[in-house]
């Protein structure tokens, strides 16, 4: 990530920032129908899923007890926690029986790399 900051008013610097990215791999790693995991920097972890040819991203932690939801069953757009059967939709977070949900992210294919946006 690169930063800049804008001077012009000593008092009052801004922090002009670009989205960060992780690399979670390459396309043909990921085959439809599956997920993975990737560790930030942070120790969180983001799950990845293949839908078919479309890319997706949400945060890897079951909002019930914290299950890994890349070790789930993945049926469509919906991720299957496979510890007590949470089901999220995998394009926007929500969970199918509760209103709770998780984080998604943005993922960029560039260079065959999948790009999740941060």
């Known amino acids: 990530m690169e930063s800049r900051n804008n001077?012009?008013?000593?008092?009052?610097?801004?922090?002009?920032s670009e989205p960060q990215s992780i690399v979670a791999g390459?396309?043909?790693d990921l085959p439809s129908g599956?997920?993975?995991?990737v560790t930030l920097a942070d120790g969180n972890e983001v799950a990845v899923y293949n839908v078919d040819?479309?890319?997706?991203?949400?945060?890897?932690?079951?909002?019930h007890h914290g299950a890994p939801?890349?070790?789930?069953?993945?049926r469509g757009h919906v991720i299957e926690c496979g510890w007590h059967g949470w089901q999220?939709?995998?394009?926007?977070g929500r969970c199918l029986f509760l209103s709770d949900s998780i984080a998604t992210?943005?993922?960029?294919?560039?260079?065959?790399?999948?790009?999740?946006m941060l």
């Open 7 to 16: 001077h012009s008013n000593d008092q009052n610097p801004t922090i002009d």
């Open 26 to 28: 390459r396309i043909e």
């Open 34 to 37: 599956s997920c993975t995991s």
């Open 53 to 63: 040819g479309e890319f997706f991203a949400t945060d890897n932690s079951c909002p």
């Open 69 to 74: 939801l890349a070790d789930g069953l993945l």
């Open 88 to 92: 999220f939709d995998v394009r926007d």
């Open 105 to 116: 992210f943005p993922v960029v294919i560039e260079d065959g790399e999948i790009k999740v």
